[in-house]
């Protein structure tokens, strides 16, 4: 399985970005998907998942009524959308698919993951 995660940027404080992720299989659209992100010297983070339906979800606190996960009418794909962006949310964003259906919030349980899309947000 791949991931392919597309739709990051330079984006001026208080502006948005609309992150994409396409699986190549749809054996994914069983399975939980999620958005992690690096910041420079910092470890990866948990930013928010989606269950295999589309209807369950869960957000680290540091995004939670910014961003909001979904799931595309084809089901191996997945967004991100971001709004009200900080110079905080500055880091490369990784989605990931998880080991089984539901949402799940550590890394360790995503055993799929894509390179990486990088978002940079200007003050």
């Known amino acids: 399985v791949q991931l392919q995660a597309s739709g990051g940027g330079l984006v001026q404080a208080g502006g948005s970005l609309r992150l994409s992720c396409t699986s190549s299989k749809r054996t994914t659209s069983n399975n939980a998907m999620g958005w992690f992100r690096q910041a420079p010297g910092k470890e990866r983070e948990f930013v928010a998942t989606v269950d295999w339906s589309g209807r369950d979800t869960r957000y680290a606190e540091s995004v939670e009524g910014r961003f909001t996960i979904s799931r595309g009418y084809a089901a191996n794909t997945m967004y991100l959308q971001m709004n009200n962006l900080t110079p905080e949310d500055t880091a490369v964003y990784y989605c990931?698919?998880?080991?089984?259906?539901?949402?799940?919030?550590?890394?360790?349980?995503?055993?799929?993951w894509g390179q990486g899309t990088l978002v940079t947000v200007s003050s």
């Open positions: 990931a698919a998880a080991r089984g259906p539901s949402v799940v919030t550590t890394s360790t349980s995503y055993n799929y």
